[in-house]
């Protein structure tokens, strides 16, 4: 864990999927100006996959798909929130079909969010 991260861990009884939430301070892309507006733009830019949903789009952030790696039993979604926050989710199963989908860390993200404001 880095210095400034809050982990919080969560499984299924059975063990076979589990949701990572990390909370982290420093420059994140909602503190860029407009980003709402041109969050397609700058996503071409950095050749990152940016999307909004309205709950998030309330709280000025955007969301980002972030690059699993190696690991093809997972997901994961990073929120950028104003003023040097974001939120990282990812979440990992037996199978890519147990991990919860993009749209379900999407949602979690913004619960996770709202509870800090």
Request: a negative charge; proline letters at 3%.
């Amino acid at each position: 864990m880095q210095e400034g991260e809050v982990r919080c861990p969560f499984g299924s009884r059975g063990g076979q999927t589990g949701v990572n939430l990390v909370y982290s301070e420093g420059f994140t892309l909602a503190d860029m100006p407009d980003i709402e507006d041109n969050y397609e733009t700058v996503a071409e830019m950095r050749d990152v996959d940016l999307h909004m949903t309205d709950r998030v789009s309330t709280l000025g952030g955007v969301l980002e798909t972030m690059d699993m790696g190696d690991v093809q039993e997972g997901r994961g979604v990073r929120l950028h929130l104003p003023g040097g926050l974001f939120i990282s989710a990812v979440s990992v199963g037996g199978t890519l079909e147990q991990a919860l989908s993009e749209e379900e860390l999407d949602e979690i993200l913004a619960e996770a969010a709202e509870a800090l404001v």
